[in-house]
């Protein structure tokens, strides 16, 4: 069906429905009262600890980065994904792991449907995906990561364990403050994805279980630093 | 067997049949409340919340033609296309073609009410195309041969027990009713699929109008993956499912969940803007967005418009004294509990469906646990009365309706009556209860007993009490 009669079926229905409370007006956008994001670091804990997720408070670059290598040696992980070193809080963090002995394996995807296959089955035992993250929302402990360029999906999706890394300065009181902050956000990024501690299905007698599809571990590393991006 | 062959009555009596299923349904049922309950106490904010999101759906609603469009327009300015779709067979023959012109053979789909309201799964396999399942419960019950049995855990109805018979069967594992190990079966056996689909297949949750955005809820990641790693992404939209803005979106996101399953956000809110764009590393390639009338522009003109407020979080069936008690497969649709017993009508048609909006007790429940106030008793009585007017209900319960108004406007043939019904019933009843009325009001007795009627009616006792109260 072509778009125009689809659209005229429509508004001809429209002429006749009931409708209660419909109003042509939009609403009027609610107003947030300001918040220092400082004071959020312990609620986004809290919350991001009742999902399940596993938090990291650090106060130094260099005591994050120790974080994320105490993951690697805990799981005995030689090797990982990640969002390109510009997109991280902790500059030059990839380049610190990979001197550290860990191997960093490029995750582009090629077009080719067959290549594409190859390239997705060669990353799937990738053990350890790490990304940056745009936000924190301190009532429901979720970490707000944005893709793009740099910024690959499957870093926070394919490998068991998603380590992301948050700066306390980009926390959020919750997703409506976030939303109004950034209200170009999904026009922005191709995809943008709010996630609130690990995978988790509830299928089966309705009972949770941890890591079905996604990552099994969320590690957020929450960074208190006084200044942003510093060398390791 | 052809289940929306038989009559709701038939389907009832065989979900009554299977006890195991209907204790899997109501125990599940009741921790949905629970999960529920125990959210909305820790969130004081629900019910400012819930009063915007039924304006925000509301005002949706009212301008959903200018909505649409802008929709549209973003969709295919991010570089998507738009295919509209009048009914179930233009939306099956879109997706298959396209998956013939791509060579697509294998298509992962992540759980769609609007795809299973199509059918698209039949469509897809008919033209050779293999269709899995991810979610965890729609896998279970695409294993099973089954339909869903609740809107959002389309396999409350199946114990741990028989989905580890049917790994078993069916994926050569060795029985286990470990929910941990039964969740690790499903994840290794669907990884393979993610990493190999040519094409995944999602529904949407909301549409955002105005960055032409595609937003999908879901706890176990088989959203995100159907999504971004198969190269090309169809998502199947009801052409009512839109927000205008992301603001709204941000209002209407926790809404759902909180009353879905009790969480203030689920695990992944997964927004969509576009395929991949020029120097990202991953993505699928192509995006499609689909979006389907299929009978929602005729309900839109109707007294029961109201309904395409829903946004699908399934509490009204947990709730419903009905659905606890039959499950969702006697409702004969994919859709159940009270809302399926008005959209599965108001869709698809009366004449089938007539005996749906009877199956309900009006308690209320429903419209009370409805984060969108949707007056859901309203609406079922809408469509009774629709039902009677096109002559569905049966001929016995007419005629007793005529009969009963001839007398009840008849003071003499009223008073008549009662004494004869008084009579009657006191003759039949043993120990003031009559265990067996005879047909057409058997069914009464079938479960309950009936008392018998006073000897002295109301009116009586009000007649002579009267001039008593008078005088003093």
């Not at chain 1, 403050?177 to 191709?190: G, P």
């Not at chain 2, 039949?428 to 007795?445: D, M, N, R």
Request: proline share 5%.
């Amino acid at each position: 069906m072509n778009r125009r009669t689809f659209l005229s079926n429509v508004r001809h229905s429209l002429q006749t429905g009931y409708l209660p409370m419909a109003q042509s007006q939009a609403l009027p956008g609610p107003s947030f009262s300001p918040f220092d994001p400082y004071d959020l670091a312990d609620q986004f804990v809290e919350q991001a600890l009742a999902v399940k997720s596993k938090v990291h408070h650090v106060t130094s670059h260099a005591a994050g980065c120790q974080r994320v290598c105490d993951i690697f040696t805990k799981h005995q992980a030689t090797w990982f994904m990640a969002w390109r070193d510009e997109f991280l809080p902790i500059h030059g963090l990839n380049t610190e792991l990979v001197q550290r002995g860990f191997q960093c394996q490029d995750s582009t995807i090629p077009n080719e449907p067959a290549d594409r296959r190859e390239k997705h089955l060669a990353l799937s035992d990738i053990p350890i995906g790490l990304t940056g993250a745009l936000a924190g929302l301190a009532d429901t402990g979720s970490v707000v990561v944005s893709c793009g360029e740099g910024r690959g999906r499957l870093a926070s999706l394919l490998p068991p364990i998603h380590i992301a890394l948050l700066e306390t300065r980009l926390l959020f009181p919750g997703i409506a403050h976030f939303v109004q902050a950034h209200s170009d956000v999904a026009k922005r990024s191709s995809n943008l994805v709010f996630i609130t501690g690990p995978s988790r299905s509830g299928d089966i007698e309705q009972t949770m279980t941890l890591g079905v599809h996604g990552p099994k571990e969320l590690h957020v590393i929450l960074i208190t630093a006084d200044h942003n991006k510093t060398e390791v | 067997m052809n289940k929306a062959n038989l009559t709701f009555y038939e389907r009832a009596s065989d979900a009554l049949a299977n006890p195991s299923s209907l204790q899997a349904i109501r125990v599940g049922a009741r921790k949905f409340v629970t999960h529920r309950a125990t959210a909305v106490a820790a969130f004081p904010e629900m019910d400012t919340l819930r009063d915007r999101a039924r304006l925000i759906r509301a005002h949706t609603l009212s301008s959903l033609d200018v909505f649409l469009a802008e929709f549209a327009d973003n969709v295919e300015a991010n570089g998507g296309c738009v295919f509209w779709a009048k009914n179930a067979t233009e939306a099956n023959d879109y997706v298959v073609k396209l998956a013939g012109a791509r060579e697509v053979r294998q298509v992962v789909k992540s759980k769609s009410m609007v795809t299973e309201e199509i059918e698209l799964n039949h469509a897809l396999e008919a033209a050779g195309v293999q269709v899995v399942e991810s979610d965890l419960g729609e896998f279970i019950i695409q294993l099973a041969g089954e339909k869903p049995s609740h809107i959002l855990a389309p396999a409350l109805h199946k114990t741990r027990a028989q989905v580890g018979q049917l790994f078993e069967k069916n994926l050569n594992t060795r029985y286990t009713d470990d929910l941990f190990a039964l969740n690790e079966i499903a994840r290794s056996h669907l990884r393979d699929i993610f990493l190999s689909a040519d094409m995944g297949i999602s529904g949407v949750n909301f549409g955002v109008s105005e960055s032409g955005t595609v937003s999908l809820v879901t706890n176990e990641g088989n959203g995100r993956f159907t999504t971004s790693v198969p190269r090309i992404h169809v998502a199947l939209m009801g052409m009512e499912r839109l927000v205008p803005t992301l603001a709204d979106l941000a209002i209407m996101l926790p809404v759902l969940e909180v009353s879905a399953t009790g969480q203030k956000l689920t695990v992944y809110n997964n927004l969509i803007t576009g395929p991949r764009r020029p120097g990202e590393p991953d993505g699928p390639e192509e995006l499609h967005v689909v979006i389907l009338d299929n009978g929602r522009s005729e309900i839109l003109a109707t007294e029961v418009a109201e309904i395409l407020y829903c946004i699908r979080c399934g509490a009204c069936l947990n709730v419903c004294p009905v659905y606890q008690s039959i499950g969702g497969h006697a409702y004969g649709s994919v859709y159940s509990g009270p809302v399926g017993s008005v959209l599965t009508p108001a869709l698809m048609g009366l004449d089938q469906w007539h005996q749906l909006p009877h199956a309900s007790t009006l308690c209320g429940a429903c419209k009370e646990i409805c984060p969108i106030r949707i007056d859901i008793p309203r609406l079922l009585l809408q469509l009774r009365n629709a039902g009677n007017r096109a002559y569905h209900s049966p001929a016995w319960l007419r005629t007793g309706m005529r009969t009963y108004r001839t007398i009840a406007q008849r003071p003499f043939l009223f008073r008549l009556g009662l004494r004869i019904g008084s009579v009657a019933t006191r003759l039949l009843a043993k120990q003031g209860w009559l265990k067996v009325i005879p047909s057409p009001l058997s069914g009464w007795t079938d479960h309950r007993a009936f008392p018998a009627l006073a000897k002295k009616s109301f009116r009586q006792l009000w007649a002579e009490r009267k001039p008593k109260e008078y005088a003093s």
